[in-house]
Structures are given as structure tokens and as C-alpha cells.
């Protein structure tokens, strides 16, 4: 799934630095991860190497004079220490396959500015602004940041040495010992503790082993899985809509990570089982980070076996009403998803499997549900209304409800068919906007306002100019989005005349009614909880199933509490992770 949806991993706009790698990360990952088990096609190669060259020559227009990288660039105050060590890690990884593009500058400004901002303790400040609040971790002092900034730099000493770069050993010695020096302090915080543990094993620590045992034991198993849960202070409460964090997932690839760096294949299978049951449909997660992280512990890991001719998986489903056989999964088409869509009044699905090898056959479920208002971090609001024939005026808010910062935000407005955004080079400069706009630029028919982070209230005024008259307007969406966290986003139907009342969680004035956005469930054995009008089509499952190797039966059954079980499909493919745990059990 990650291969085929490689520019839609994350439903995201790329219009800022931060943003910008996903187009660019994954593309490197699904390379490693395809040319080590020699399943590399023409075409993926093609396109993966294209949004490689696009992503790093957009990327390369965030860089400024110092060398480092900065979200909106000139706009910030200054570089970003976090993004800069994202960015110089993604070019080194990226190297080999651009063969044409020289990336060696962008690296090294990168990592003379990195180094030139180190502390006298060895660890690495929080330069600019951190969107990415995670990376703090909590009362860590430093530490997460430092490790992350750290693993950048190993990644990169062979080619810094090279071009001159004399200082990097020193400064990855008073790194490397500053996190050793509060082991101690992080034994009980798992993000910080996860991070550093991956960071000391790639320095080759003596207290790597140490840290890792520490982490083992923090970590829970279920049904053949292993996993971490990222908690307060460092990661935000989970909430009931949500299977897992972006911080989770971050958490445990770098988990997965480590125990690749060391070549553990049996707990680190166990660790991947985790990593693939909390993928989207698209084979996805939730953010550019945890995405970027997940597919580099699957590629890494992956890389330690070989592929197999032998791998032959065949899978049949049955929904009560028909049955349906997927094509034989073999080495030659195990890149390809396969997608059966299940009859609506489904209750019980059984899938039998049979052959040699793993596959996942992944059952996604798609419900609607309002949440309440205290569930949701930020919430939107829009107004509309005609000033002429040719005109409109939009007003759109946002409300912040969190007790932390949000981190960067992105409002999202479509416009209406046939109509333009008017006063782009205006909004920025909107004393309503609390001086925090970064950013503004069109996606299709989308105006999208980045944010450096949500407020309490902030509002942004939009004149939309009609280009080409559309009889019956359809509604359009707004979205506020929380970049590092979707969870705590929102989206509203809007339409000219009409206004959202998103205080009272109705809509006014219009036909829409309360807005339902679609969720998508990953395979989970959580019962999902809904809060949902009695009217509205709804999904809930407790969702059983079997990894399908040899003649393992798995069975999705459906509450029937509820009248319909939505438009579920199950899918079958071997995908990216999956591979890598093929590889292990056939050996």
C-alpha cells in the first residue's frame, strides 16, 4: 500500500519545509526497502526518483544563509535545530539514488550550523521553533532533541569528515555523553528513552544495552505483538477515536529501529506485527514524522533478509452472502494491493488462507461520527456572504482548546466552484491572525493558511472573486488541522449565506446539518466507541484477525448492535512490512 499511494501517504499539503519531506522521505525508504529484496520495478523507480529530485529542490528554497533549515524559511526568525537535523538526514539517505544532484552543501551548511549552535554540555538547544512537541520530551531537559539531532550527524560523519568537517567527532562524543549522563532521569519517560536508547546504539555506547533493557521492560504484548505506549508528560491522552498516536507510532519504530541496528529479528518481528496493524488505509499513519519513521524501521529491518521465490499465499473471503478468492500472492505482483469490497449488510467475515509465506489482509471500516466539543483541540468556523454578483467575503476562525500549544496548524479553506481567492498577498498581514500566519498558497481549489500555532481565537478575513458562474454551489470544506496530532483537527461544511456554529456543534441556517467526516479504522482488536446521531450510518466493530500464514483462519465480526456495517473492504497484499516479516519465516 505505502509503494502505491507514495504521494499520498499523508493527505497533506506540502507548503512548508516540515511539510514538504513527505514528498520527499518515503520515497527513499520504499527504494531501500525495494532494492535490497531485488523487487524494484521501471516504473516505481521512476516515480520515486522524480518526487525525490522535486523534494529536494524545494526543500533546498528553505534553507538559509547560516545553512540551516527553517519551516517557512526567510519568514522565521531563524533556522530550526530540529528540521535542519530532519533534513540533512533525509539528503544523506538520499544520495545514492541522485546521482545527478550534488547534496553535499546543503549537509554540510546543515551540519556547521548544527554543530556551531551545540551547548558547552554537550547537548543540542532547541534553535527556533519546534513544531514538533513531541521532540521536547517533557521534562526531558533536552535529551530527545539532542538524541534525534545526534543520530542526523552519525548518519552523516563519513561525508562530513570528508569535506573537512573536523569538529564532528567531538561533537558527537559530548552528545553522546550528555544523553548517557540522564539515562537515569528518562527511565521512565518511553519516547525520550526510545529515541536516545536508538541514538547510543548507532554510536556503539557502552550503556546502549543498558538503556534498551530498560526500554524492554516498559514494553506490552498482545497477540504476538510487542509495543510501547507513549504517555503524560511527553504524549497527550489518548482519545477514544483514535487506535494510537503519532507520537506511539514514533516511538515504536524507533524501537523497531534499534532492534534492526542490533539484527534482534524475533523481537523486532514482534515489534513490526505492531508498526503494520496501526497503518491506514493507505499505508499510512497519522502525520509526515511518524510516517517518515515507520517505513525507515520497515526498510531497515526488511533489509536484513532476502527475498524468496517460494512465496506463494492464496485467500479467500466469505461475508455470508458470496465468497470471493484474491489473486496467489507471489515475489512478482507482492508490491500490489488487492481491494474486494464487501457486501454493506455484511456481519461476519471469514478469510481462509493457504501457501507458503505472509500476507496481511487488512478489513477497513468507514463510519461517520461527530465528537463532542470538549474531544476535539481545535475547532473551526466560517461565514459567508455575497457582497455583489461577482464577490464573496469569507471569515473563517479558529479556537484552540488545548491546555498546550498546538504546534503548527493549517487552515484549510475550498472554495466554492468558480470562485477565486482575491486578497492572498493581504492575509498574512491580518492583526486577527495574532502575528502567527507563516504562510498562504493555493492546493487546486483550496486556500491554505499555515499557522506557527493555533490560538485561543484567531480569524482570517478572505475575498473570493467568482470567475466562472456555477448555478446550485455544492458546500465546501474548511478544515483546522493540527499537523502533528489529526486527531484534534476539525472540518465544517460551509456554504455562501450560511454560517457554522461550531460553539454549539450545529450547523445554522443551512441544510448540512452537523457535519460527519468519514473515519477510517485501522485493524484493531479496541472496540471502536461512537458518538452519533441515531439517524446517521454508523460502523463500530470488534475486529479479529489472524496474520494469514499457511492455513491460519481469521474472522471480522461486526456488533450487531448496530443495523449497518458500513462500506467495509478487506485487502490483501504483501505489503512493505509484511515482506520483511516473510522473509523471516521462510528462512
Known sequence: QSVENIGNLVK??????????????????VMDYLTSMDQLTPEIEKKALSYMEAGYQREMTYQRADGSFSAFGDRDNSGSMWLTSFVIRIFGQAQPYLAGIDMSDGIVRGANWIIQNQSRDGSFPEVGTLHHKAMQGGASSGVTLTAYVLTSLLENRALLEQKGVTNIGDAINRAVQFIEDRLEKISEMSYSLAISTY??????????????????????????MMFIECGPPECAEQQWYHASSASNVELN??????????????TGLAILKYLTSQQNALGGYHSTQDTVLALEGMAKFGSLFGQSDSQSVSLTVNDGTSEFSFPV???????????????????QVT??????????????????????????GVEIWVSATERDDKLIDI???????????????????????????????????????????????????????????????MCVTVTARRTIPVNNLQDSKASAIVYYDTALSDVKLWSIGNTTDDRDNKVTDGPSGPTKEPTTTSPTTKKVATDVPETTPTTTAGIVVSYPVTTTKGTVVCDDSQEDCGASYCQLSALLAVLCAAMYLLK
Open 12 to 29: 497533506m499539503p506540502y507548503g512548508c519545509g516540515e511539510q514538504n519531506m513527505i514528498n520527499f522521505a518515503p520515497n527513499v525508504y
Open 351 to 376: 478469510l481462509q488462507a493457504s501457501g507458503d509465506g505472509v500476507a496481511i489482509a487488512q478489513l477497513v471500516v468507514n463510519y461517520y461520527t461527530v465528537r463532542k466539543l470538549e474531544d476535539q
Open 395 to 457: 471569515e473563517a476562525c479558529a479556537w484552540w482548546h488545548g491546555e498546550d500549544t498546538s504546534g503548527m496548524g493549517l487552515m484549510s479553506l475550498g472554495m466554492p466552484t468558480g470562485f477565486v481567492p482575491e486578497n492572498m498577498n493581504e492575509i498574512l498581514d491580518q492583526k486577527s491572525l495574532g502575528g502567527k500566519g507563516k504562510r498562504v498558497e493555493t492546493e487546486g481549489n483550496k486556500l491554505n493558511i499555515y499557522v506557527d500555532e493555533f490560538l485561543e481565537e
Open 253 to 266: 519504530a524507533y524501537f523497531l529501529l534499534t532492534h534492526a541496528a542490533k539484527g534482534d529479528v524475533s
Open 199 to 224: 541514538a547510543l546504539t548507532m554510536a556503539e555506547s557502552e550503556k546502549a544495552d543498558e538503556a534498551l533493557e530498560t526500554l524492554v521492560a516498559m514494553a506490552q504484548s498482545d497477540n504476538g
Open 329 to 347: 500472492i507471489t515475489k512478482e505482483n507482492s508490491v500490489i494491493t488487492h481491494i474486494h469490497q464487501l457486501d454493506k449488510m455484511s456481519r
